[in-house]
């Protein structure tokens, strides 16, 4: 690990304050903020992330969990993945976001892990963990070794032909679902970010992975009324069955009248480059009656641009079947 | 579990050894030898103060103040075993993957190789050493060693705060519930129906 100077600043504005002062908010960061530390100390450990400095948040005040004056839901930066999924106006009103984050890591790294840094969280793609090994994503122009190499895990949906990485996360797939907004406190003052433009394709810059800038913090992300009657499910399919990343996942927020639906979000996590929220899946929903063959059509529109690599064209199906099963789930 | 043959039989398995079994052949097992080579330490790595950078921080582990220098980039779980010479936390993969480094901060089970020591100045922190001591075991220790709850041991120490934790969260009846909530901590020699039969052993006679 390479020698870094720890900060612990006393407030949010003097933690943004340091942090204005880096070179990048993205890959190559030469400051980071630390909350649970899951992730950037993972990647640290192997110098994929070499910050000079690292800027404790955990002892500012971000660690609440409020219902808004419009009934929504605020969740702080660094509250604990364990307290948001067992918070009971979560897993009453917004039970796939629980269930998601449930279904992701152990409980040990629950309980380190937060809402910002999951937000976060990078790719476990084995070329971008690899300093030995190219990455456009952690070296830009070197090259994407995934396309011709280890691929079954990586993704099918937002590939470029520079990278294939998989977004990890399943608490942004139901954030994706719940359309949950990011807010952010930046040395030009406060802003807001749908957590659909949060993430960025990866295009032709890889490395670019949010919309973040030096000394952007996140502070708390908010969540919308709950949908008054939606049903709520998180699936996630993996090679074994607790502790693992998704193969393929979706989450599922449905409202179902007179056999109709007439409500839904969708997002797929495992698949794709991004959390990934599908319009298209939802625009085919709307208005059909709430039964398998229209969630099986859903489904394929879902994946309908999807790209296979030489390991992963199973995917594909896997993901079409998960999405509708969990719309199964929702209607059962 | 009474609807499972195996369980059940584990589980009688289980409580006739707590019956009959003392606890002093566990304290080899369940604390090591690190209990008696706390504050062996050379003073030198102890304090840290030849290390370039090195800050001054107050750990307090199992319930005393250690005021220490460390490097910032020394992980709770190297602090622990190489400054405090708290060798019960063990280091399996260092990223987070296998459990063995956990413990508990403020009552909540972590890993420690992914934190830093300087994160934790004022928490309570808690090894494995801090939970029973050999002539008094903690109970989960005691049903540790009663179900043969292991084979090698390195992974034991992480698997039994784990499981202490798992005591005050939200955890099913069910060892499916159980293996779910454990899925954090590996044991390449296979000790799981073992370590679950522990674990419901304690949970059904708290």
């Known amino acids: 690990m390479h020698p870094f100077a720890f900060l612990r600043p006393a407030d949010t504005a003097a933690a943004v304050a340091s942090a204005a002062q880096a070179n990048t908010a993205q890959q190559g960061a030469d400051m980071r903020f630390v909350a649970g530390g899951t992730t950037l100390l993972d990647l640290m450990k192997l110098n994929v992330e070499t910050p000079a400095r690292v800027i404790d948040i955990n002892r500012l005040p971000l660690n609440q969990i409020e219902v808004t004056p419009d009934g929504g839901l605020k969740i702080g930066a660094t509250v604990r993945n364990t307290d948001l999924a067992h918070h009971p106006t979560v897993q009453r009103d917004y039970a796939v976001l629980s269930q998601a984050l449930l279904a992701g890591a152990s409980a040990q790294l629950r309980n380190m892990a937060t809402t910002a840094g999951n937000l976060l969280q990078r790719t476990r793609c084995v070329y971008f963990r690899d300093t030995a090994m190219p990455c456009n994503k952690r070296e830009p122009g070197t090259g994407c070794p995934a396309i011709t190499g280890t691929n079954r895990t990586l993704a099918v949906l937002g590939t470029s032909a520079h990278c294939i990485a998989t977004h990890p996360s399943d608490m942004c797939v139901a954030m994706a679902a719940l359309e949950a907004t990011i807010h952010v406190q930046g040395p030009q003052g406060t802003r807001t970010i749908p957590v659909g433009d949060f993430h960025l394709l990866p295009g032709s810059t890889p490395h670019r992975e949010t919309v973040l800038e030096p000394g952007d913090l996140i502070t708390h992300v908010t969540l919308p009324p709950p949908v008054v009657g939606s049903r709520q499910v998180y699936l996630k399919l993996r090679d074994r069955a607790s502790y693992e990343f998704a193969l393929a996942s979706a989450a599922v927020v449905l409202t179902v009248a007179g056999g109709h639906v007439t409500r839904v979000r969708v997002a797929l996590g495992g698949v794709g480059t991004k959390p990934w929220r599908s319009p298209e899946a939802e625009a085919a929903l709307v208005g059909q009656p709430a039964h398998q063959a229209h969630f099986r059509t859903a489904a394929e529109v879902a994946l309908r641009d999807a790209k296979p690599q030489s390991e992963n064209a199973f995917k594909i199906e896997l993901a079409t079947r998960c999405l509708t099963h969990a719309l199964q789930l929702a209607t059962a | ?206």
Not at chain 2, 174 to 197: F, H, P, Q, W
Request: with cysteine.
């Open chain 2, 1 to 206: 579990m009474r609807d499972d043959p195996q369980s059940g039989q584990s589980n009688l398995t289980c409580q006739a050894l707590l019956r009959t079994t003392g606890g002093s052949a566990a304290a080899a097992v369940m604390a090591g030898d690190s209990m008696s080579r706390e504050g062996a330490a050379p003073a030198a790595i102890a304090d840290g103060a030849n290390i370039a950078g090195a800050v001054p921080i107050t750990l307090r582990v199992n319930g005393t103040d250690r005021p220490l220098r460390v490097d910032p980039r020394t992980t709770l779980l190297d602090c622990l075993r190489e400054t405090l010479a708290l060798t019960g936390t063990k280091k399996g993969c260092d990223h987070g993957q296998c459990g063995a480094c956990t413990v508990h901060v403020n009552g909540r089970r972590v890993n420690a190789c992914l934190t830093l020591a300087v994160m934790h100045a004022g928490d309570e922190i808690t090894t494995i050493e801090g939970l029973g001591t050999p002539d008094a075991l903690h109970p989960m220790q005691a049903a540790f060693l009663a179900c043969d709850g292991y084979q090698c041991g390195y992974c034991t120490s992480g698997q039994i705060m784990s499981a202490v934790a798992l005591l005050t969260e939200h955890c099913g009846p069910d060892d499916t519930a159980v293996k779910e909530l454990m899925s954090g901590n590996i044991c390449r020699c296979g000790a799981y129906a073992n370590i679950v039969a522990a674990i419901q052993h304690v949970r059904k006679h708290p």
